[in-house]
């Protein structure tokens, strides 16, 4: 059977039930941690293998791509998309100003918050070096501005899809 640490894939999947409860019902469990790196970096792998297979202009990532985008560009219009320092992203500064991008989509966006990775170079693939843990709506409005602007349209010529 395939395991993923100290954990099986049948734990792993009886587990993924618990990552939809309220992040205040645990402490700082390894085991759901875990979890939420497995997650993640599902996510990640589908993205990329999305990016592989179609013209990035043509994704919807959302229902709501348009005001993400809208909102994004008038909340950080120099921001340079196509790659990310972390450091700078998550300085006090930058955090006061996504706090209310962020927050703004609450209840417009399921899984708004959820850790999700973001590649920091986005002519690269995801590496421990190259993903960057944001929220689910910092991805979005990061990736609809590559997708749109044309930064992700090197990915299709660079990389193939992989098999998950």
């Known amino acids: 059977m395939a395991q993923i640490g100290n954990m099986t894939a049948d734990q792993l999947i009886a587990g993924s039930s618990i990552l939809s409860r ?13 979890m939420w790196a497995i997650k993640a970096m599902e996510h990640a792998e589908v993205y990329f ?11 919807k990532l959302t229902p709501h791509d348009e005001d993400i985008y809208k909102a994004f560009k008038e ?3 120099d921001m340079k998309v ?22 703004q989509f609450k209840d417009l ?12 170079d986005c002519t690269e693939n995801y590496t421990e070096k ?3 843990l944001t929220s689910r709506i910092q991805f979005y409005a990061i990736e609809l501005t590559r997708n749109r602007e044309g ?6 010529k660079k990389f193939k899809p992989s098999r998950v």
Do not use: H, M, Q
Not at 22 to 34: H, I, M
Not at 151 to 156: L, P
């Open 75 to 77: 909340s950080f219009p």
């Open 82 to 103: 196509d790659k990310i320092d972390e450091d700078e992203l998550k300085s006090p500064t930058e955090k006061a100003k996504w706090r209310p991008f962020c927050e």
């Open 151 to 156: 930064f992700n349209d090197g990915v299709r």
């Open 109 to 120: 966006v399921e899984d708004y918050s959820f850790g999700t990775l973001l590649r920091a």
């Open 49 to 59: 293998n999305i990016l592989c297979s179609v013209d990035p202009k043509f994704l």
């Open 130 to 132: 190259n993903s960057i």
């Open 22 to 34: 309220p992040a205040k019902e645990f402490d700082n469990d390894p085991s759901v941690e875990a």
